[in-house]
Nanobody
């Protein structure tokens, strides 16, 4: 059993910054990748950034967001700079575990609201 917990969301003005954290715990021997997705009201969930050994990003956040990972802590971070109102969404963390069992695990989400 794996638990995924996000933190760090909140309300920020346009142009501001936030840092999200996501920690995975439980039955984990190896994590293949960790990533962030977001879902705005009335829209589908979309990929924001993922990281294995290197990060990859959605075009909409390139140059503004940075994903990083602390393997020792099974934690992934998302540094969000130059935030825009269109970044407003619930941000979800996804963890892909390969050992002892293969599985995809999601957190409960954290709200990010960017005011104009």
């Amino acid at each position: 059993q794996v638990q995924v917990v996000e933190s760090g969301g909140g309300l920020v003005q346009a142009g501001g910054s936030l840092r999200l954290s996501c920690a995975a715990s439980g039955s984990i021997l190896n994590i293949l990748s960790m990533g962030w997705y977001r879902q705005a009201p009335g829209k589908q969930r979309e990929l924001v950034a993922t990281i294995t050994t290197r990060g990859s990003y959605a075009d909409s956040v390139k140059g503004r967001f940075t994903i990083s990972r602390d393997n020792a802590k099974n934690t992934v971070y998302l540094q969000m700079n130059s935030l825009k109102p269109e970044d407003t969404a619930v941000y979800y963390c996804k963890v892909v575990v390969t050992r002892p069992q293969i599985g995809n695990y999601w957190g409960q989400g954290t709200q990010v609201t960017v005011s104009s």
